[in-house]
């Protein structure tokens, strides 16, 4: 099974940075397209960042220029998030979606039916 479990969200001013982490299993990187989502409160799950097994990677209008989702060697998945704004506060989850299983094409829409694992989630708090 795919393991995800994210950190580094917190508390910050508007302007500041966070960057959070992804740890999950090894297969993650051969296999999975990765997506960040995110979840203000009285909203829906939004899909923010997309990379898929090639390294391509998508970014939702609100945060492009802003954020920066990569993963390294070790297949842990970030966000760095910059110039952070109040709109940003949100839980974001970490997931992954089997891209052997249903192809590449869908990765960079981020399609939340195509997601086969979700992390708990990490808080993320932008003051104004």
């Known amino acids: 099974q795919v393991r995800l479990v994210e950190s580094g969200g917190g508390s910050v001013q508007s302007g500041g940075s966070l960057r959070l982490s992804c740890a999950g299993s090894?297969?993650?990187?051969?296999?999975?397209?990765m997506i960040w989502f995110r979840q203000a409160p009285d909203k829906e799950r939004e899909g923010v960042a997309s990379?898929?097994?090639?390294?391509?990677t998508n970014y939702a209008n609100s945060v492009k220029g802003r954020f920066t989702i990569s993963k390294d060697d070790k297949n842990i998945l970030y966000l760095q998030m910059n110039s952070l704004k109040p709109e940003d506060t949100a839980m974001y989850y970490c997931?992954?979606?089997?891209?052997?299983?249903?192809?590449?094409?869908?990765?960079?829409?981020?399609?939340?039916?195509?997601?086969?694992?979700w992390g708990q989630g990490t808080q993320v708090t932008v003051s104004s």
């Open positions: 990379i898929d097994r090639i390294g391509a």
């Open positions: 997931a992954a979606g089997d891209t052997t299983t249903y192809g590449d094409d869908w990765c960079p829409l981020m399609y939340r039916s195509r997601v086969g694992y």
């Open positions: 090894a297969a993650s990187g051969s296999r999975y397209c």
